[in-house]
C-alpha cells in the first residue's frame, strides 16, 4: 500500500509539472528544447530621433499612459524581528494605503533591513509568491504562514523555475551590504485575466486606452522609491524582478526618478527582447493569456507586429543613464535572449550607455547595459543571484 502511494504521488506530481509547463509557463513546452544562439547575427541600428518620443510612442501603443497613485500613505509599521539570521538584520512589515483613484486599500510591503549598513542600497523586488513565502527561515515563515503559501504547487513551481524563484538567498544579499523590500503585486491589481481588467476597468474607465496592469505594478515601486528618498535621497534604489516583474522593473527605472537601475531577469516581451522579430512569445501570445498586463488597444498590433512604430530598445534607451541588468538563460528562448541582446545593442547605440558584450553570455557587469546568459530555462536558479550582486556591487556601492 505504502509503495502504491509513493508512485501515485509520483505520478500526480509528473502529471501536474507538465500541466504547469504546458498551461501556465512562460517557456512553454514547444520551446524547451531550442536554445539560443550566443553569436546572433546583428541587424542595422534601429535609429531613434528623439529617445522621450519614441518611448512615448511605445506607450501609447502597447503599455498606456503611466499613473502614479494618488494615494500612498504609510498606515501601520510592526517590527517582526530585530535580529533576523543571527542579527543580520531587521524585518519590519509595512501597510500602505494606495489608490489610482479608487476607494483606498491596504497593501503589505515587508522590509529587510541590513543591520552593519544603515545606509546600504535598497533592492525592491516584486515577488511571485506573496510576502509570507519571500520571508521564510527554514521553511518558516516569519508571518505567521507556514511556507511559500503557494499550497501544493508550491513545490512543483520551485522545482521548475528554481530555487529563488519565491525566496531569495538571504545571507548573500545581507552579506554583500544590501537591504530589500518584497511586494506581491496581484495583492493590489490581480494577475488574472478576468478579475485584473474588471479592477482596471473599475479605476480607469473601461476604454482601449487605459494603462495596463504592468504600469500599474511598476507604479507601486516608483512610489515607494520616492517615499524612500524623501527620508535618504542618496540612498541608491534598484528595481529588481523576474519575467513578468522584469518588465516591471524596466519600467519602474523607466519612470522612476527614485530608481536609480534596474536588474531585469528574462523580462522577454513587454519588457527588453524585440516585438516585431516574432521570435519567441508575440505580443498576441501574451495578450491570449494575460490581456490585462497591456492597454486593450494593444490588440491592434496583434496579428502585426510590425506595425509597432517602435521597439524595446526604445525603452531601454529612454532608461538611460541608469544601469540596467539584462539576465537570460540560453533555453529560455520563449523569452527571446537575442531580441533582448538585439535590442540592447540598438540602445547603446542610440545613447551614451556602454555595451561591450560581443555575445549573449558575453557578461561585463561594468556596463551601462550589462548582458547576462546562462545555460538552462527560464526561472531564478543559484547562478543567477551571483550575477545580480556583482553587477549591482559595481555600479551601486
Wanted: glycine residues 6%.
Amino acid at each position: 500500500m505504502r509503495l502504491f502511494f509513493k508512485a501515485f504521488r509520483f505520478l500526480a506530481f509528473t502529471l501536474l509539472l507538465w500541466g504547469v509547463i504546458v498551461l501556465g509557463s512562460c517557456a512553454p513546452a514547444r520551446t524547451i528544447l531550442k536554445q539560443a544562439d550566443l553569436t546572433p547575427p546583428l541587424n542595422a541600428p534601429a535609429k531613434l530621433e528623439n529617445t522621450a518620443a519614441s518611448f512615448k510612442a511605445l506607450e501609447q501603443s502597447i503599455y498606456g499612459e503611466f499613473t502614479p497613485p494618488t494615494q500612498f500613505e504609510l498606515q501601520k509599521t510592526e517590527v517582526i524581528s530585530k535580529d533576523w539570521l543571527n542579527g543580520k538584520a531587521t524585518v519590519e512589515r509595512r501597510i500602505y494605503s494606495i489608490s489610482h483613484g479608487q476607494s483606498p486599500q491596504p497593501f503589505e510591503i515587508i522590509f529587510v533591513w541590513n543591520n552593519s549598513a544603515p545606509q546600504a542600497p535598497i533592492i525592491i523586488s516584486q515577488n511571485f509568491s506573496s510576502n509570507e513565502g519571500v520571508i521564510a527561515d527554514d521553511g518558516v515563515s516569519l508571518l505567521g504562514d507556514s511556507g511559500s503559501s503557494m499550497g501544493f504547487l508550491g513545490p512543483v513551481f520551485t522545482y521548475f523555475f528554481g530555487r529563488y524563484i519565491v525566496e531569495p538567498p538571504w545571507n548573500d544579499i545581507l552579506d554583500s551590504g544590501y537591504s530589500f523590500v518584497a511586494m506581491h503585486p496581484p495583492d493590489y491589481i490581480a494577475d488574472r485575466a478576468t478579475r485584473g481588467t474588471s479592477q482596471l476597468n473599475t479605476i480607469f474607465g473601461d476604454n482601449p486606452n487605459r494603462p495596463g496592469t504592468l504600469t500599474v505594478w511598476a507604479s507601486l515601486t516608483t512610489a515607494l522609491a520616492n517615499d524612500l528618498k524623501k527620508d535618504t535621497p542618496s540612498r541608491s534604489v534598484i528595481a529588481l524582478g523576474h519575467s513578468r516583474y522584469g518588465k516591471t522593473a524596466l519600467l519602474a527605472a523607466a519612470y522612476g526618478v527614485s530608481v536609480d537601475g534596474a536588474v531585469s531577469h528574462q523580462s522577454g516581451t513587454a519588457g527588453a527582447s524585440l516585438m516585431r522579430d516574432k521570435t519567441g512569445e508575440s505580443i498576441k501570445d501574451v495578450l491570449l493569456r494575460y490581456p490585462h498586463w497591456l492597454k486593450p488597444s494593444a490588440s491592434e498590433f496583434a496579428d502585426n507586429p510590425r506595425e509597432l512604430p517602435t521597439d524595446a530598445h526604445a525603452l531601454l534607451a529612454f532608461i538611460a543613464p541608469k544601469p540596467i541588468f539584462l539576465g537570460n538563460a540560453r533555453r529560455d528562448v520563449w523569452s527571446d535572449p537575442e531580441g533582448a541582446y538585439q535590442a540592447a545593442k540598438w540602445a547603446s547605440q542610440n545613447t551614451d550607455q556602454s555595451f561591450s558584450a560581443t555575445r549573449l553570455d558575453d557578461f561585463k557587469p561594468s556596463d551601462d547595459i550589462a548582458f547576462w546568459t546562462r545555460p538552462g530555462t527560464h526561472g531564478v536558479v543559484k547562478e543567477d543571484w551571483p550575477a545580480f550582486l556583482e553587477f549591482m556591487d559595481a555600479h551601486f556601492k
